[in-house]
């Protein structure tokens, strides 16, 4: 649950993920080094059967003007429950905001519905064995707001379901391609041989195809007789993207992570707080708050239900940009979908101040639109060490 700070931050924690999903990527050196940030798949083709691999990105928060930010991959393995890299979740934390995208399309736009749909994460939990420095048992699972009509990628339930040398692999995600012509944000797959196998992961060489930066999490699966099983996660891989992928195997987290959290039954969740009184509400768990929110409690101070993103306000009339929501209002996003999920927010300190334009790019900056200046990176890289206290990981 997020505090004060986290709240605060969390914009600043947005605009930093935007940057660095932006950055030209380095040429290779003679040695190639691994690399331990989100994973493309390079010389991949479309994946339009794989529905069930999913994007993983930074919970929107606008209802207009406001990109998908890309964090990761995932692999769909219950109708509310995805499966997902453990460093995946650095940047926020497992209580952060997340959401998943199911479509074919991410970036630059998303297909609109019902070819693209986002779905809300609720809860999250990483593995505790997790090593960030090794990528030992870098797994996550993020439970969804609300069960998806998606068919699963079904998970090994055999001896003969694991990867051995020499097997053939289908890596899938929305990751880079190393291809100016194909940027990431696109659901891809690609084949992949394995090279060696541990006991808890297991490597896979170009088959002709790589993981790549924004793959990680994603779904690797291995075909079991007339069907395909999820046998293992994109974790990390060298920086080029050409020689090699370390990848969790999945039937290693079966007994004592995936299973009892399937077996976990949600409790029913019935708000009984209204968004439109809830400057005057207080509220002692994250049940009491309408479809979207969390109950803040700062320093002793009462509950109150608030967005990650935002301060303390009302919910009124259902709007679908912020020119709806009059003078200082602004349309937020409770939910990721449907009638009701974009609500007129304002804040119960009074009305927010208009936004201000972005200055216009002087200079090409290898293909984001525009990079803060020094000062201001500087500032946001402060603001992340301080409000979360991560530590991004070190390339291997």
């Known amino acids: 649950m997020l505090g004060p700070r ?28 691994p690399r331990t940030d989100s994973m493309f798949i390079v010389d991949g083709t479309d994946a339009p059967d794989a529905a069930a691999a999913v994007a993983l990105i930074a919970r929107r928060t606008r209802c207009s003007g406001e990109p998908p930010v890309l964090l990761c991959s995932g692999a769909l393995i219950a109708p509310d429950v995805v499966l997902t890299a453990a460093h995946c979740l650095a940047i926020f934390g497992p209580e952060g905001p997340h959401e998943v995208y199911f479509g074919q399309v991410l ?7 019902p070819r693209g749909r ?9 593995h505790p064995d997790y090593d960030a420095a090794t990528h030992a048992y870098d797994a996550a699972l993020l439970r969804l707001a609300a069960p998806v009509d998606v068919a699963p990628f079904p998970l090994p339930d055999s001896k003969t379901a694991v990867p051995v040398v020499g097997a053939s692999v289908r890596a899938v995600g929305y990751g880079d391609t190393k291809d100016a012509r194909a940027p990431s944000g696109r659901r891809r797959q690609g084949t992949l041989a394995v090279t060696q196998v541990e006991p808890a992961a297991f490597l896979a060489g170009p088959s002709p195809s790589m993981s790549c930066v924004g793959d990680s999490g994603g779904p690797v699966l ?21 020689n090699e992928a370390r990848n969790v195997r999945v039937d290693v987290l079966l ?112 293909g984001c639109s525009s ?23 070190a390339r291997r």
């Open 255 to 366: 007994d004592g992570f995936i299973r009892p959290f399937l077996a976990e039954a949600p409790a029913p969740v019935v708000p009984t707080l209204a968004p439109e009184d809830l400057c005057r509400a207080t509220c002692t768990r994250d049940a009491e708050c309408p479809s979207g929110l969390t109950c803040v409690s700062a320093q002793g101070a009462p509950g109150r239900c608030l967005m990650p993103a935002l301060q303390e306000g009302d919910y009124g009339a259902v709007c679908t940009d912020d020119a709806a929501c009059g003078a200082g209002g602004l349309c937020a996003r409770l939910e990721p979908e449907g009638d009701a999920a974009c609500r007129c927010f304002t804040s119960c300190s009074g009305p927010l101040p208009d936004p201000v334009d972005p200055p216009e790019p002087e200079a090409d900056t290898g």
């Open 6 to 33: 986290g709240a605060l931050a969390f914009l600043l924690l947005t605009a930093v993920a935007s940057l660095l999903a932006c950055q030209p990527v380095a040429e290779a050196p003679s040695v190639p080094a």
């Open 118 to 126: 986002f779905a809300r994460v609720s809860h999250a939990v990483i």
């Open 371 to 393: 990079v803060p200046g020094p000062a201001l990176l500087g500032l946001l890289v402060l603001a992340l060490r301080v409000a979360r206290g991560v530590r991004r990981p």
């Open 222 to 242: 291995l075909r079991d007789g007339e069907r395909e099983v999820l046998v293992g996660l994109t974790a990390s891989g060298d920086v080029a993207c050409r």
């Open 107 to 113: 970036l630059p736009q998303p297909e609109p519905s």
